[in-house]
């Protein structure tokens, strides 16, 4: 059974900075697609940043470039999320997914091609 597991949600204020972290088991870690997804309220859920297990590439959207850092520890079957200068438009609930079946290549961070999610964790970052 594919199990994800998010942690290191908060409450901070702008500027300063998370760590998220998703523990995943129940599939083949060094292969895939994994990636980090946010949903604010009354709003779609994004792709914020997307790693590939196996070559190690990454792919951010516009609005985190340079501020989040995506990672994984293929040992400990974990990807990390460094959020600095967060900002109140951070604010959502961060979730880790995974794509069904191994990627060998640069994985894409279209919400529709993640099949198993986890149950989130939430951020809020005031002003």
């Known amino acids: 059974e594919v199990q994800l597991v998010e942690s290191g949600g908060g409450l901070v204020q702008a500027g300063e900075s998370l760590r998220l972290s998703c523990a995943a088991s129940?599939?083949?870690?060094?292969?895939?697609?994994i990636g980090w997804f946010r949903q604010a309220p009354g709003k779609e859920r994004e792709g914020v940043s997307c790693?590939?297990?196996?070559?190690?590439?990454?792919y951010y959207a516009d609005s985190v470039k340079g501020r989040f850092t995506i990672s994984s520890d293929n040992a400990k079957n974990e990807i990390y999320l460094q959020m600095n200068s967060l900002k109140p438009e951070d604010t959502a609930v961060y979730y880790c997914a995974v794509r069904r079946g191994l990627v060998l290549v640069t994985p894409t961070c279209d919400p529709e091609e993640y099949d198993y999610w986890g149950q989130g964790t939430q951020v809020t970052v005031s002003s």
């Open positions: 790693i590939s297990t196996y070559l190690g590439s990454t």
């Open positions: 129940g599939f083949t870690f060094d292969r895939r697609a």
